[in-house]
């Protein structure tokens, strides 16, 4: 690599004219090049005098003059041009907002993770050394302790115009994510100096919007609160023109900086003022820097990248501080009741990085199930944690690539919601036939015959499917005679409505045999699978009403003779196997009551120390432990993120022998 960073610019808009600008004035970068879709555009040679003009954004991704890309095209596409960067290896500096969502920002920087390379979001105003000089301002204590915090950002465009990107659902217009990110991020900035830390997260955030008649908000505003007691006012607007005064209320005084966001002055120059206001008195500092605004942020990331860093330093935007503030923005679009259209399944037809969804093939292998026509993954994916589509469909396009293809939903999950959610991905990328998907009814306090068919009637619906290819119910009612259980699944299996095994989740063995039993008497379809806990760790008491563990030595021998499939979950013992847990680490209430015991740290010693004969973690010996049962065993494992799926997918890169099952298991 030169000793110069050689920039190139994806999308030649007015925010690529103010970023050219300041890397001519940088000391560590130079523009090599700028790409468009369109190289006849009118304004390009008077915008960026002298700069080679490269046709297509995947040209300038191949161009090996080319270390790192500044993406300046609409926020629609931020996520998908980060990650071909990554893919392609380019260093990458993302204008607000990095992605739609944390969800999205996430995906992003697990691809650079993975690729080693620089990313950065520009929130310019963090790298001028105004905001270092604010910053040394609330540490000395001039203001004495911060209490509030007041910051806008706001403009007017006059009038609604629907298909402009400011406005348009399509395009995720509106404020919020536009300029709110900066009041956002000034106040989680401010709030963390005064703890003494890089940056601060809410502990509670209320927010509110104006919508226009595309759903996004033409002002908003929102309250955070913060774990030190601080409260920060937020608002932002593109049809109001606020005053963008930032005020820092201390006990002892307070702060204000009109324009803070370009330090006073425009996309060219800024000064930097801060007025000190005390007793009725007004002390005015300059910060007095001549130098292009958006030169500092152009000099922050070339130095990251020249020194092998993966992130700014702060004040500028390191990578957790971009997902929590993403967090905020996605909670206060929340509140206000804003889903962009471009995030629905109907326009959400590709992956993130836009491309039609690859093959079922991976790292994942493939097994028989007994019962199960298809083949299917030997581990299965639950995804409870996700509330729009947009964020699931990130980790369930990535889970069927790497060759995963059982899905884990349940009626009562999220309402309904991971139901829909499911329903909607395999519609859109049609995936239904190819999956092995997981249904469960009659959770307590309906755990009765006759919910099994109208839940499982909703459920299908949700699903957007009629059929499920395995059945459970959630729990067992000993009240009700085994028998009446059968005969509706019974039922629904003959309907077609389920097709491959069935059975139930958190049920004993001694039920099971008893249902077993009345089926051959009867004539009717046996259960042939559970869904109960199962683990290296055994659970000691219920984490959950009505749970049943399968790892007792009696259990083993019982899946291991009749050839149960089990579907384990929490198969890595919710956390037992980590750093979360240890002898002295007694702030978790769940581990501690559910899995602390001397036979579980015994097993929790050989896992470490299997691990570091294998070069692998006790959280992978954990799961590799329930994959090489001698039983048909298939853990459900719940990742919220991919940089969390591939490391459970770990797990495949190397196989436990039977001897060592068993020492781990018994010494």
Known sequence: ????????????????????????????????????????????????????????????????????????????????????????????LVEKPFALSAHEISAVLHAHKKAGTFAGEAFMYRLHPQTAKLLELIKSGVIGEVRMIQ????????KFQPGHRLFASELAGGGILDVGGYPVSMSRLIA??????????????????????????????????????????????????????????????????????????????????????????????????????????ADAAAEAILAGRQELSAPGMSWDDSLGNARVLDKWRKDAGIEYSVETAAKRVTTLDNRKLGANTGVIPKRSIPGLAKQASAVALGFEDFTTFAS??????????????????????????????FGQWHKNRGTREGAVLIGKGAHSPLCYPDVIGKQLTQSLDRLQTDYVDVYFMHRDNTDVPVG???DAMDAEVKKGRIRGPFGGSNWTKERF????????????????????????????????????????????AWLKARQVTN????????????????????DNEELVRCWYNDKNFARRDRAIELAKQLGQNPIHIALAFVLEQDFPSIPLIGPR????????????????????????DRG
């Open 1 to 92: 690599m030169t000793s110069k960073i050689r920039w190139g610019i994806i999308g030649p808009g007015s925010i690529a004219k103010a970023f050219f600008g300041g890397v001519n004035g940088s000391q560590h970068g130079v523009i090599a090049a700028i790409a468009t879709r369109d190289p006849s555009k009118p304004n390009l040679a008077t915008d960026f005098p002298g700069i080679r003009v490269v046709k297509g954004y995947d040209a300038l991704l191949a161009d090996p003059e080319i270390d790192a890309v500044y993406i300046a095209v609409p926020h629609t596409g931020h996520a998908e041009w980060a990650i071909k960067a990554a893919q392609a290896g380019k260093h990458v």
């Open 151 to 158: 910051s806008s950002f706001g403009f007017s465009m006059g």
């Open 192 to 297: 963390g100096a005064a703890l003494g830390k890089p940056f601060a997260d809410p502990i509670k955030v209320a927010g509110t919007a104006k919508l226009n008649a595309e759903g996004t908000d033409d002002w908003a505003a929102a309250v955070l609160t913060f774990e030190n007691g601080i409260v920060a006012q937020v608002s932002c607007a593109v049809m109001a023109n606020l005053d963008n005064v930032l005020r820092i209320h201390g006990s002892d005084g307070r702060i204000e900086v009109p324009d803070f966001w370009f330090a006073g002055g425009d996309r060219t120059l800024g000064l930097g003022k801060i007025d000190i206001i005390k007793n009725g008195k007004t002390e005015t500092i300059s910060v007095g820097e001549q130098r292009h605004v958006y030169s500092f942020e």
């Open 392 to 421: 699931g469909a990130i980790l369930l396009d990535a889970f069927w690539e790497k060759g995963g293809n059982i899905f884990d939903t349940a009626f009562v999950y999220g309402g309904g919601y991971t139901e829909k959610l």
């Open 484 to 486: 009446e259980f059968v």
């Open 513 to 556: 045999d008893e249902a077993v039993a009345y089926a051959e008497r009867t004539g009717k379809t046996k259960p042939q699978a559970l869904s109960n806990n199962f683990a290296l760790s055994e659970m000691l008491v219920p984490i959950w009403d009505g749970c049943v563990t399968a790892s007792t030595d009696d259990w083993k």
């Open 567 to 586: 579907f384990s979950w929490s198969s890595q013992g919710r956390g037992f196997f980590t750093d979360r847990a240890g002898r002295d680490k007694l």
């Open 641 to 664: 993120t991919l940089g969390e799926l591939d490391d459970s997918l770990k797990t495949f890169d190397f196989k436990l022998t039977p001897e060592q099952v068993a020492w781990l």
